[in-house]
Every structure is written in C-alpha cells, then in structure tokens.
C-alpha cells in the first residue's frame, strides 16, 4: 500500500459514503412524509397509521438480522446492497403510484412498497457499513475516522430528504415525495454498481464484498419466503379485518424469549453470564429512550402538522421540514460531545456506559417537559410556536449523542466470541421493539384524525389522555422513571460487567 493512501483514505470510502447518502435520503424522504401521507391523504384515523408506522419501522431494523445472514454465507456485500438497493428503489415507486391512486388500490399498492422497503433495507443496512472496515488492514487507526466520514454521509442524507421530499409531498403532491425518494435510491444504486469494481478494494487491491457462496435455488427461495411473509404480516389485519397484532407479538416474544435461551446456555461461566445480563437489561431501558425518541416520524410530525405555527416571513414551511433538525444538530454537536467525553476521561470523569444511558433517558424526559409546558392549557384550535419543537428536537439529539453511539460498541465489548453475532441481533432487536412501541404510543395521541372535531379520549395504562399536555406527560414520566432506575442500577451493573466499560 503506497504512502499517499496510509496518509488519507481509500477511494472506496467516499462510494461507500456517496451510497449510503442517497439511500439514507430516500429512506428518511420517505419517513418523513409517510405518517402525513396516510392520516391526510388517505384519511387514517391517527391511531391506524401510528400502528402501521411503527410495524413499518420495526420490521426495518429486524429484516437485517436475515439480511446479513443471507449475505455472510450466499450472497456477499456488494450483491446484498444491489439486492436491497433494487427492491428499495421498486418499493419507494410503489409507493408512488400508491400516492397517484385512491381507494382500495391505493391501500394495497402501500402495503406492497413497505413489504419491499423492509426486504430491501434488510439486505442493504448491515453490508455497506461492514464494508467500510473492510477496506482497511487490520488494526489501521484510520478506521474510526472513517466511520465518522461515513456517519456523516448518512446525516447529510437525513438532513436534505426531509427538505427536498417534504416541499414535493406538502406543497405540490405526496406521490412527488415518493418519487424523489425513489429517484435518490437510484441514483445511490448507479453510483455504486459504476464504481464498485475499481474502488471497492482492500489496502492490496483485493477485491472486498465478493460472494462467499454460490446463490442458488434454495437462496432464491428464502428472498420470495421471506417477502410473502413481511408481505402476510404487514396486510394481516386488512386481509382478516382483525385486531391481532401479530408484529407486536413476535416483536415482543423474541425480545423475552432470547434471554430464556441464552441466559440458560449452561456452556457460560459466571462472569459471561453477567455480562450478557447486563447486555439484556441495557437493551430493556434502550426500547423507552428510542420509543419517546422516534415519535419524531410519528405523532411529533402529526403534532408539527396540525398544532405547531410553521408561518416563517410569511411562508408556512411544510410539517416534515422539522424531521432535518436532528440530523444538522447532530453535525454541528457530534464533535463537541466527543471533545467532551475525552475531556472527562482524560480526568478520570467519564461517565460509564449505564449512566451515559441513564443521562441520555433524562435529556428525552427532558424534551417532552419543553413541549408540555408549551402546549399547556392549549386549545385543540390554537398552534405553539415552532421554536418549542426545535428546542425538543436538538435536546433529543443531546440525549441520542449520549446513548446511540455506545450500544453496539458495548455488546462488543460484553459478548462472549461464541455469542457476539446473537447478541448483536438481540440489540437490533430491541431498537425493533423501540420502534414498534413508538407507534403504540403514537396512537395514544389525542384528536383521532385529519379533519376530526374535538378530541378523542385516549388512555394508557389506566392514565386518561384527554390532551397534548396529558399525551407528553406520558413520555416525561416514562423516561424520567426509566432514566432515575437506571441511575440507581448503574453501581450494580458495573459490577456486573467485571471491568469492561
């Protein structure tokens, strides 16, 4: 490897960079305006499409599990993302001809592009950031400067898309935005199939990513099993006119199943034992903070729509707009709480992986107290300044600086060797139980829908929730707890994890 590039980077990264860009912008185009497209266009009550966002986002982080699989043993990287990138790209279009329909076939065409959604980001999430490090040699300290560049690329994607599809969808017609996302998933895809010959090489200009395996018959087989299924759970409910959340329940299941299954291997030793513990009850309290913290997609867009004053210089900015103020505030802080943390510890002050959770639990606890004192007293005709939503936004993004970029770092590090690609997963798993508890709580939201009058009643847990004020007291006190018993839990999981931090 010659000189110039041990001083900088690969060409590599900066494809790498450029693909996960646009399809980070089409999935976060698409995110921001999917809640607004189903309760204004289709007139879903907010319940219905609270629930279905949050079994859309769900399946997004558990498909990847059987991505990467399929990936590691049959199809490697490079084929897995250009799989995941076409059926993306197919699902953002049917999507749009969903927006370009109505009735029945609009309703059938969505389920269709959320089932190939889900597929495609199974194959393409887990195979481009491995390939990343794949790049480098082993033990080259380039590697964490890199995986900054690529995070960047990732929030400069989720920052425009919500800009350039929301104007589409809001100010001229949802199919637009859907469109748009789907072109950026294109143009994603034709970047990276051009290039990836000539850059995607390792420091000895091997190629990264092949194909381990041959893709046969029997692989081609688990793709359309698996498309069917996420297909038959996600229209469960409309095929069957039932109120069987069967997402829910496997969700959930596999989240109390997997400690019962691992916890009970008797091949661990006590201190391994501990550390997975640790790992399972970590992933528990993770579900509260992502669960309040991807409202964001979900009844804070609903909130910013219909009750939150969006008029700037005369010009009403559309309701997805707000969806870019996490990621610019995570450009702009990313770098200040990294010269924070390395500040404390070079003092010897750095606070512990349970506590940086902890502290993270109090900022979301936090943000929904600045909205609850703004909507206090709040008429269902009256709107709050749009700054009170900003002010949440960016303490959020404080409290995902302080919680997000930890948690697979820390099962690394806490996983016994045998166990570290199933502990990984059961973390991916939780944030799926985050997301689709996201939309439980979403659909708690008072108002019931799109032209509704008055405020329906809702509940939860036996606490009524007659308005926004009750609504966001219900995530302050649900992270609030979470973020005290973690606080008081810190000391004994410290023990727990037997010197590894």
């Not at 399972?280 to 909130?303: D, H, K, P, R, Y």
């Not at 802080?333 to 002050?349: I, K």
């Not at 659909?443 to 009524?464: D, H, N």
Request: net charge neutral; proline share 3%; aromatic share 14%.
């Amino acid at each position: 490897m010659d000189t110039a590039q041990q001083k900088g980077h690969p060409k590599g990264l900066y494809l790498l960079f450029m693909t996960e860009m646009w399809e980070r912008f089409s999935y976060y185009g698409m995110r921001a305006i999917f809640i607004l497209y189903m309760t204004k266009m289709l007139l879903m009550p907010d319940s219905d499409a609270s629930n279905i966002y949050g079994s859309y986002t769900g399946l997004v982080y558990l498909t990847p599990l059987l991505g990467g699989y399929l990936s590691d043993r049959f199809l490697g990287n490079r084929r897995s993302i250009e799989i995941g990138g076409i059926l993306m790209a197919l699902g953002q279009f049917a999507m749009f001809f969903s927006a370009s329909t109505s009735g029945g076939a609009a309703i059938s065409l969505m389920w269709v592009g959320l089932t190939l959604l889900i597929i495609g980001n199974g194959f393409f999430k887990p195979n481009i950031s491995t390939m990343v490090g794949q790049l480098y040699p082993q033990g080259d300290r380039r590697v964490d400067a890199a995986f900054t560049i690529f995070y960047m690329g990732i929030n400069l994607g989720a920052f425009f898309s919500p800009l350039i599809c929301g104007t589409l969808a809001e100010k001229i017609d949802f199919k637009w935005g859907f469109l748009a996302a789907g072109i950026g998933m294109i143009i994603g895809l034709i970047t990276f199939v051009a290039q990836k010959n000539k850059l995607l090489v390792d420091a000895d200009n091997n190629p990264i990513g092949m194909p381990t395996q041959k893709f046969g018959v029997k692989q081609v087989g688990i793709v359309i099993a698996a498309i069917a299924l996420i297909f038959f759970l996600m229209n469960y409910k409309t095929m069957f006119n039932s109120e069987l959340d069967i997402i829910g329940y496997l969700i959930y299941g596999a989240m109390v199943a997997m400690p019962l299954i691992i916890l009970t291997d008797k091949s661990l030793t006590k201190d391994e034992r501990d550390r997975i513990m640790v790992i399972f009850i970590l992933a528990f309290f993770v579900i509260f903070f992502w669960g309040a913290f991807e409202q964001a997609g979900a009844s804070l867009t609903i909130f910013a729509d219909r009750q939150t004053d969006r008029t700037l210089f005369g010009w009403e900015m559309p309701a997805s707009y707000f969806q870019s103020v996490n990621p610019l505030a995570i450009i702009l802080l990313a770098p200040l709480f990294s010269s924070l943390w390395l500040r404390l510890g070079n003092r010897g002050l750095e606070p512990t992986s349970p506590k940086k959770m902890a502290i993270g639990l109090s900022l979301v606890a936090l943000g929904y107290v600045v909205i609850a004192f703004a909507v206090y007293g709040l008429g269902a005709m009256d709107k709050v300044s749009m700054f009170w939503l900003i002010g949440l936004y960016v303490i959020h993004t404080m409290g995902e600086l302080c919680l997000s970029p930890i948690g697979l770092s820390m099962v690394s590090k806490l996983s016994p060797a045998r166990f570290s690609s199933l502990l990984m997963g059961t973390w991916f798993l939780a944030n799926a139980a985050a997301n689709k508890f996201a939309g439980t709580l979403s659909a708690l939201i008072p108002g019931g829908g799109e032209g509704g009058e008055g405020a329906a009643t809702t509940s939860f847990l036996g606490f009524q929730i007659a308005n926004l004020f009750d609504f966001f007291l219900v995530f302050i006190v649900m992270c609030g707890v979470a973020a005290a018993v973690l606080f008081v839990m810190s000391r004994w999981l410290e023990k727990k994890m037997h010197g590894v931090n």
